[in-house]
T-cell receptor
Framework: EDQVTQSPEALRLQEGESSSLNCSYT??????LFWYRQDPGKGPEFLFT?????EEKEKERLKATLTKKESFLHITAPKPEDSATYLC???????????WGAGTKLIIKP | NAGVTQTPKFQVLKTGQSMTLQCAQD?????MYWYRQDPGMGLRLIYY???????DKGEVPNGYNVSRLNKREFSLRLESAAPSQTSVYFC??????????FGPGTRLTVL
């Protein structure tokens, strides 16, 4: 069964304290892995797509990496405005639908 | 360029009442989706439409119906609302891949 697990459920950091969020997945043939950001009361907003192991994508303080079993979202020197819930989803070769993780709620304290 | 719009933003229903959630996109995307989001759970796909004129069931279709009215619009109908359908509903569109654009959501409470 295709499955996505995100950890931790919540993460509190001080401003400037770097860390990583994890997205573990099991899927029968990966078509793509996607990271989204969701602010309270809003819809998810697309961040990155990763297609194959070893691939990396960067945007400002965020860098996403991918292996055959998991993806990491690295946050370098975060700021309070990086506070949000970060969602991971996978799309299998055999299925059009996205399978979503429950998300990691990131709180950055000034 | 409004992206994806949803109406209404908030709704309170009594058990057994019906309602339709409206969604429209202006990005000329072929694919549209309806998700529900519940606390502690990932987004769950209710229905999707890969192209105008087609609709398919997702993970949790029971109690819902959809209509792809044209390329821009995709509506979700609850025929007889139940408390278990209390949730936040998101409409999304895409060019067929996983890079979707989401609407702002409809917060539905069923009493």
């Amino acid at each position: 069964e295709d499955q996505v697990t995100q950890s931790p459920e919540a993460l509190r950091l001080q401003e400037g304290e770097s860390s990583s969020l994890n997205c573990s997945y099991t899927v029968s043939g990966l078509r793509g892995l996607f990271w989204y950001r969701q602010d309270p009361g809003k819809g998810p907003e697309f961040l990155f797509t990763l297609y194959s192991a070893g691939e990396e994508k960067e945007k400002e303080r965020l860098k996403a990496t991918l292996t055959k079993k998991e993806s990491f979202l690295h946050i370098t020197a975060p700021k309070p405005e990086d506070s949000a819930t970060y969602l991971c989803a996978v799309q299998a070769d055999s299925n059009y639908q996205l399978i979503w993780g429950a998300g990691t709620k990131l709180i950055i304290k000034p | 360029n409004a992206g994806v719009t949803q109406t209404p933003k908030f709704q309170v229903l009594k058990t057994g009442q019906s309602m339709t959630l409206q969604c429209a996109q202006d990005m000329n995307h072929n694919s549209m989706y309806w998700y529900r989001q519940d606390p502690g759970m990932g987004l769950r796909l209710i229905y999707y439409s890969a192209s105008e004129g087609t609709t398919d069931k997702g993970e949790v279709p029971n109690g819902y119906n959809v209509s792809r009215l044209n390329k821009r619009e995709f509506s979700l109908r609850l025929e007889s609302a139940a408390p278990s359908q209390t949730s936040v509903y998101f409409c999304a569109s895409s060019d067929g891949g996983g890079r979707g654009v989401f609407g702002p959501g409809t917060r539905l409470t069923v009493l």
